[in-house]
């Protein structure tokens, strides 16, 4: 028997104050088409921490399968697992292969999961090259930030098309841009690096840091990233930042705005608004300051704006195979050094590890001025 731990919860609330973990054993006699996986890296997301609120688009529901003594749910949407057995039936998947989730909702707060059904809730990480020249981390982190940062810059405006017309055109003097607010979420830095891949040009807001030298190297790091121009959110929303958007980068307005990708909301989402050029598009997929923000008028009007919302785990039902295609493409620039996963803080799972170090760690992640995302490593 495999000794398993997880972390569940049976109402909604605090993950300090709703979470457990409960221990559990699973029989070395898999059913045909299951397959028995370790977890190697798991990180913990906002919206993971929205589901034990209760907050989440969707409300997961509390099974008695588990075992606990309440109906209970483990949190948790991505992560690299190993596959430590398999199944009759199993033809795609062996020992020691590495496998992601292949849609939301897994459960990935957990050191071991026996998954039926293995092949179609599971996605082999790499087809044919497997893991070969990619870290856990890496791994644990490409199906829900990446993928995101992906489809927001390609789903809703042409950025690529718009670049090579203002070149052929001759009226543009670069890529196309794109805006977004919180540019150093592990969404924004993917999208400032595929953005640059692209021939994008990108406009990045962050918060101030506590010191002028830490906003600076936060700036440059995303510089390094690939990021065009990075301004704090002060910058952003004073008055003058409409001015200087024109004077200091779209060539006097003549290189359009087209994409605005809002992470934040409140103001950060109406200076979104007035940045953008007529028939811009705003692709709102996060609500990190808890403000909604009023839809101005004028602007949807005068500018015939859009507005839109983006949900990966709804794109990803719609669409499974370019779910799979995506993955192994932006896993082969992480093999290929062009892509790097966002900074995490590690916390270590170990059978010893204290129940209170992993609720501290849920717990911490919609806390702000992080130096990463929490990832358990086991
Ligand atoms: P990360 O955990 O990597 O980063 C969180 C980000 O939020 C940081 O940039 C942080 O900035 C910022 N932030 C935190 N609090 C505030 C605040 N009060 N005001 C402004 N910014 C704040 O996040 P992810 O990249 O994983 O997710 C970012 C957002 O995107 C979340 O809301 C998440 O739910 C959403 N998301 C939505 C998806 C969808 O399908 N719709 C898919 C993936 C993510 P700082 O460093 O300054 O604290």
């Known amino acids: 028997y495999t000794q398993a731990k997880a972390l569940v919860f049976s109402r909604f609330g605090e993950p300090a104050d709703v979470l457990s973990v409960h221990q559990h054993s699973i029989s070395p006699s898999l059913p045909?088409?299951?397959?028995?996986?370790?977890?190697?890296?798991?990180?913990?997301?906002?919206?993971?921490?929205?589901?034990?609120?209760?907050?989440y688009g969707v409300k997961p529901k509390f099974s008695p399968l588990l075992g606990t003594a309440e109906p209970s749910v483990i949190p948790g949407n991505e992560g690299c697992f190993e596959v430590l057995s398999v199944g009759g039936n199993v033809q795609g998947l062996k020992k020691g292969d590495w496998v992601i989730p292949a849609t939301t909702g897994f459960g990935t707060l957990r050191t071991h999961a026996l998954v039926e059904d293995a092949e179609k809730k599971l996605f082999k990480v790499g087809g044919e090259k497997g893991k070969e020249g990619l870290t856990p981390l890496q791994v644990a982190t490409v199906s829900v930030n990446?993928?995101?940062?992906?489809?927001?810059?390609?789903?809703?405006?042409?950025?690529?098309?718009?670049?090579?017309?203002?070149?052929?055109?001759?009226?543009?003097?670069?890529?196309?841009?794109?805006?977004?607010?919180?540019?150093?979420?592990?969404?924004?830095?993917?999208?400032?690096?595929?953005?640059?891949?692209?021939?994008?040009?990108?406009?990045?807001?962050?918060?101030?840091?506590?010191?002028?030298?830490?906003?600076?190297?936060?700036?440059?790091?995303?510089?390094?990233?690939?990021?065009?121009?990075?301004?704090?959110?002060?910058?952003?929303?004073?008055?003058?930042?409409?001015?200087r958007l024109k004077d200091e980068w779209t060539n006097g307005g003549k290189d359009p705005l087209m994409l605005g990708l809002n992470c934040v909301g409140g103001k950060n989402a109406a200076q979104i608004v007035r940045s953008l050029s007529p028939k811009g598009v705003m692709v709102t997929y996060g609500g990190m300051s808890r403000q909604s923000f009023p839809f101005p008028t004028g602007p949807q009007i005068f500018k015939r704006l859009r507005f839109e919302g983006f949900w990966l785990s709804e794109w990803g039902k719609e669409n499974?195979?370019?779910?799979?295609?995506?993955?192994?493409?932006?896993?082969?620039?992480?093999?290929?050094?062009?892509?790097?996963?966002?900074?995490?803080?590690?916390?270590?799972?170990?059978?010893?590890?204290e129940e209170k170090v992993l609720k501290d760690a849920v717990q911490g992640t919609l806390e702000g001025f992080r130096s990463g995302k929490g990832v358990f490593v086991f």
């Open 32 to 55: 045909d088409g299951a397959v028995l996986i370790r977890a190697v890296a798991v990180p913990v997301n906002p919206a993971d921490v929205n589901t034990i609120q209760g907050t």
């Open 146 to 243: 990446p993928c995101s940062g992906y489809r927001m810059l390609r789903d809703y405006v042409d950025l690529v098309k718009l670049s090579v017309d203002g070149f052929a055109k001759g009226t543009a003097s670069g890529g196309a841009w794109f805006l977004q607010n919180g540019a150093n979420s592990g969404v924004g830095r993917a999208a400032i690096q595929l953005g640059k891949l692209w021939g994008l040009r990108s406009i990045n807001v962050v918060r101030e840091r506590d010191t002028p030298e830490k906003t600076e190297e936060l700036k440059n790091e995303l510089k390094e990233l690939g990021a065009t121009v990075v301004v704090t959110e002060t910058e952003f929303l004073d008055r003058s930042f409409t001015q």
């Open 320 to 353: 499974p195979e370019e779910k799979k295609r995506m993955i192994n493409e932006i896993l082969d620039m992480m093999r290929e050094g062009k892509f790097k996963a966002a900074p995490a803080q590690e916390v270590t799972w170990n059978w010893d590890t």
